[in-house]
């Protein structure tokens, strides 16, 4: 399953939750890729519920100020839409606030494999103080936190798995085999199918996900390698 956010809005939580119960009711998923690269951020409750949907129990993020009413906390809930199917995350140096927020619950809760570039580093909680009916100002109060302890603040979040965005063009490549030689002795499980030339059959569906998105190629061939060998955040 492919789900990318570009921006963390009032009901964000509660479509993707819904989108994963829809996924899993029509057919087999084996895992979710969440991209949130060039997310600027946008509803902390959105990306409280987003992370919600992956976790049941623990911290999400905190936050710590001077005033005493600057420290809040959030966590999870028994409601898990995603189970514990494996998940990648993408992120960037687009990715911030909300975005970061997500990422670091996930890495932390070890939910998720992070991939990409290291993240924006917006981590701080701003609030507005009226002066005329009219004029406010806008103060730094606190900063975000992960569960960990971590300051997302001028540091942001570093993938678990570095991969810069890249233009990659396979190369072609035509090697005989024995099936190409005239008169090759046939596999007795083939004998009444004509055996097709390899440079002739269908390119891989991949190849055009590689040339547009090499991180995203990436991100799915984790996935892939998660359905096969089992998946290491569970061991």
Not at 118 to 141: C, H, M, N, W, Y
Not at 162 to 175: A, L, M, N
Not at 206 to 221: C, R, S
Request: proline content about 5%.
């Amino acid at each position: 399953g492919y789900i990318r956010i570009t921006q963390f809005q009032e009901n964000t939580g509660a479509d993707l939750a819904a989108a994963i119960e829809e996924w899993r009711r029509q057919q087999t998923i084996t895992g979710i890729i969440l991209d949130l690269r060039n997310n600027p951020g946008g509803v902390l409750d959105a990306a409280v519920e987003v992370v919600d949907a992956f976790i049941s129990t623990g911290l999400i993020v905190y936050t710590e100020g001077r005033a005493s009413n600057s420290q809040v906390s959030y966590s999870a809930t028994s409601h898990t839409p995603a189970g514990s199917l494996p998940v990648v995350v993408l992120i960037n140096g687009g990715s911030a606030s909300a975005s970061e927020i997500v990422a670091g619950a996930l890495q932390d809760h070890q939910r998720a494999l992070i991939v990409g570039t290291q993240s924006f580093g917006k981590g701080s909680v701003q609030s507005v103080l009226p002066i005329t009916e009219d004029r406010a100002v806008k103060l730094t109060t606190a900063r975000y936190f992960t569960p960990n302890g971590r300051s997302i603040q001028a540091e942001g979040i570093r993938p678990d798995i570095w991969i810069e965005q890249s233009e990659v063009t396979p190369q072609e490549q035509r090697v005989y085999k024995e099936s190409n030689l005239p008169g090759h002795l046939r596999n007795p499980e083939n004998s009444n199918k004509d055996v097709k030339n390899p440079d002739s059959a269908a390119a891989d569906p991949g190849t055009e996900l590689l040339k547009k998105d090499f991180q995203l190629y990436e991100a799915h061939t984790l996935l892939r390698g998660f359905r096969i060998l089992g998946n290491p955040r569970e061991s």
